[in-house]
């Protein structure tokens, strides 16, 4: 069965630190990798995406790791604030079928502390 | 530009009964795909329909099922509903992912609980 798996579960950072969320996954088939903020009452909001020829994608202070042969990326948050405080997906899009269909991770609440 | 919209935003069922969701996909969108969301869990894709037909579904039962109208909006309908069905329910619209589209805009969902 197709899985992406997330960790941490949940994670608590002090304004200004970096927050690390990592991801693996096993389906070669995979080829784009988003990551989706959400927010309580509101559904996921696409942050930022990679595919798997390139190993580092920046936007801003937000920073895609991702890792080929070890089949794992993570995101990393510069300069954490409390507005970032949400919950984090990562996710997979499968190349084989005709719907693209992304497979999500279980996610990764994040609070930032002022 | 409104994005994705979805109604109703809540709803309560009892077990055994029926249930319809709609969704309004993102101006421009012509591919709604529908998410199945528990508490605390990522979203779970369900099914995607593109030029009225059902274009690949997710590990779920016939229970559930849909339709696509020619202006793009979409239905999920959920028969015999169970306990287990209570989630929040997403839908994504974009445009034709087979053609190479990427991004997928999620609505803010429909909260279903079953008692």
């Known amino acids: 069965q197709q899985q992406v798996k997330q960790s941490p579960q949940s994670l608590i950072v002090q304004k200004g630190g970096i927050s690390i969320i990592n991801c693996a996954y096993e389906n070669t088939a995979f080829d784009y990798f988003p990551w989706y903020q959400q927010f309580p009452g509101k559904g996921p909001a696409l942050l930022i995406a990679?595919?798997?020829?390139?190993s580092e994608k920046k936007e801003g202070r937000f920073t895609i790791s991702f890792n080929k042969s070890a089949k794992q990326f993570s995101l990393h948050i510069m300069d954490s604030q409390p507005g970032d405080s949400a919950t984090y997906f990562c996710a997979a899009r499968d190349a084989t079928g005709s719907a693209r269909q992304l497979t999500f991770g279980s996610g990764t609440q994040l609070t930032v502390l002022p | 530009d409104a994005g994705v919209t979805q109604s109703p935003t809540h709803l309560i069922k009892t077990r055994g009964q029926q249930v319809t969701l709609r969704c309004s996909p993102k101006?421009?969108?012509?591919?709604v795909s529908w998410y199945q969301q528990a508490l605390g869990q990522g979203p779970q894709f369900i099914f995607q329909y593109y030029e009225e037909e059902e274009r690949q579904r997710g590990n779920f039962p016939d229970r559930f099922s849909g339709h696509q109208y020619p202006n793009y909006s979409s239905e999920l309908n959920v028969n015999a509903l169970l306990l287990g069905d209570s989630a929040l329910y997403l839908c994504?619209?974009?445009?034709?992912?087979?053609?190479?589209?990427?991004?997928?805009?999620f609505g803010a969902g429909s909260r279903l609980t079953v008692l």
């Open positions: 101006s421009g969108h012509d591919t």
């Open positions: 994504a619209s974009s445009l034709d992912p087979a053609s190479g589209a990427n991004v997928l805009t």
């Open positions: 990679i595919r798997p020829d390139v």
